[in-house]
């Protein structure tokens, strides 16, 4: 008799500690994985970055735009160039083309 009330009284603290530890193990998942978003969301947050204002002068620089509408300044002098991105390039061309229809 009291061997059996022992026997069930560790198989009934073996269940209730099962479900504990898989309640500790879910926790800790759960923490895991906020931790690990925060830090990851960190790293890819992209950082401000500063746009320095440029002059050019026209007479020193060509302008062309890609296929991709990248728009390309080419410097007459080095034939160096400088790439920017797509919405610059559009930008400039918009423009352009509204003085060139204000002035016909």
């Known amino acids: 008799m009291i061997k059996e009330k022992i ?56 302008l062309a735009l890609d296929e991709n509408n990248h728009l390309i300044v080419i410097e007459k002098a080095t034939g160096n160039y400088t790439i920017y991105d797509d919405s610059i390039g559009v930008a400039i061309f918009k423009l352009y083309a509204r003085n060139i229809k204000m002035t016909e």
Not at 25 to 44: H, P, Q
Not at 54 to 62: G, H, T, Y
């Open 7 to 62: 026997k069930m009284f560790f198989e009934n603290s073996r269940e209730v500690f099962r479900k504990i530890g898989i309640g500790i193990l879910l926790c800790l998942t759960m923490v895991g994985a906020f931790v690990g978003g925060f830090i990851y969301r960190k790293e890819t947050t992209p950082k401000p970055i500063t746009i320095e204002m440029v002059k050019v002068d026209k007479a020193k620089v060509n």
